[in-house]
């Protein structure tokens, strides 16, 4: 069992900037792909961003590409995601994810992880 917390969530202004991190209960942090997904109210879970396990490859979806990026420090058992320019349409629970994969598959879909976090909000003010 891999546990996950994530932190940096907060309350920003529209242009705004924030850090999530999240930090990972094992020890073999770097055979796990690890991705960030985000809810908004009503809404389903959706990708946000996914990072293999040497962190040399990064996927986004359109809607944050340009304006967020993903890195880890496999030393630290933790994964980042730096957002830039924040809009308030980014406004959501951001969640932590993991999946086992020494192979370097990615995280695209909330069915792919195998591990989540708790979720830290994030609130995107106008």
């Known amino acids: 069992q891999v546990q996950l917390i994530e932190s940096g969530g907060g309350l920003v202004q529209a242009g705004g900037s924030l850090r999530l991190s999240c930090a990972a209960s094992?020890?073999?942090?770097?055979?796990?792909?690890m991705g960030w997904f985000r809810q908004a109210p009503g809404k389903e879970r959706d990708f946000v961003a996914a990072?293999?396990?040497?962190?040399?490859?990064?996927d986004f979806p359109d809607s944050v590409k340009g304006r967020f990026t993903i890195s880890r420090d496999n030393r630290k058992n933790t994964v980042y995601l730096q957002m830039n320019s924040l809009k308030p349409e980014d406004t959501a629970i951001y969640y932590c994810?993991?999946?086992?994969?020494?192979?370097?598959?990615?995280?695209?879909?909330?069915?792919?992880?195998?591990?989540w976090g708790q979720g830290t909000q994030v609130t995107v003010s106008s």
């Open positions: 994810a993991a999946k086992f994969a020494p192979g370097g598959a990615t995280i695209t879909r909330t069915s792919d992880a195998d591990y």
């Open positions: 094992t020890r073999a942090f770097s055979t796990y792909t």
């Open positions: 990072i293999d396990w040497r962190g040399g490859k990064a």
